[in-house]
Nanobody, 114 residues
Framework: QVRLVESGGGLVQPGGSLRLSCVVSGLTISSYVMKWYRQAPGKGHDYVAT????????DYADSVRGRFIISRDNAENTVYLQMNSLKLEDTAVYYC???????WGQGTQVTVSS
């Protein structure tokens, strides 16, 4: 059974940083493109970032490019999202996603507030 467990969310002031983790079990992530999405209150899932299997290539939504960094540790079966210079509008539940499997995690809440 494939399971994705996100962690690392919390309350942070504008300009602060957080590092999210997504630990995957039930599959070997080295074979899969991995993505992060987020969902703000009352909105749908918004794309955040993608990382290819080797980690060599990444992609970001315009809203987070230059502030967020997606990375992965295939040996640990874990994907990360380093979030810097956080803004109020980054407040959302952040989800890890395996597109080829159609699998989502349960999400982790990130709240940016002064």
């Amino acid at each position: 059974q494939v399971r994705l467990v996100e962690s690392g969310g919390g309350l942070v002031q504008p300009g602060g940083s957080l590092r999210l983790s997504c630990v995957v079990s039930g599959l070997t992530i080295s074979s899969y493109v991995m993505k992060w999405y987020r969902q703000a209150p009352g909105k749908g899932h918004d794309y955040v970032a993608t990382i290819t299997q080797s980690g060599r290539n990444t992609d970001y939504a315009d809203s987070v490019r230059g502030r967020f960094i997606i990375s992965r540790d295939n040996a640990e079966n874990t994907v990360y999202l380093q979030m810097n210079s956080l803004k109020l509008e980054d407040t959302a539940v952040y989800y890890c996603y395996v597109p080829l499997m159609g699998k989502w995690g349960q999400g982790t809440q990130v709240t940016v507030s002064s």
